[in-house]
C-alpha cells in the first residue's frame, strides 16, 4: 500500500509548483501517448498546470496596478 501514497506525493509535488513543471512534455503526452486514458490524464494535468499559471499571473498583474 505504500506504492500509492507514494505516486500520490509525487504528484501532489507536481501540483505545487506550477512553473517548475515542463508544461511541454505535458502536452505532448497528452498529444502522442497511445493510451487514450493517459492522454486525458496529461491533457487534464496540462489545462489545470495552465489555470494555475495564469491565475498567478493575473493576480500579480492585481497587486502591480
Do not use: S
Amino acid at each position: 500500500m505504500t506504492k500509492p501514497i507514494k505516486v500520490v506525493e509525487k504528484i501532489e509535488q507536481l501540483l505545487a509548483d506550477p512553473w517548475a513543471v515542463d508544461i511541454e512534455e505535458l502536452w505532448q503526452q497528452a498529444a502522442h501517448n497511445p493510451d487514450p486514458d493517459k492522454r486525458q490524464l496529461f491533457d487534464a494535468l496540462h489545462t489545470y498546470l495552465l489555470d494555475k499559471r495564469q491565475e498567478q499571473i493575473i493576480n500579480e498583474k492585481h497587486f502591480v496596478i
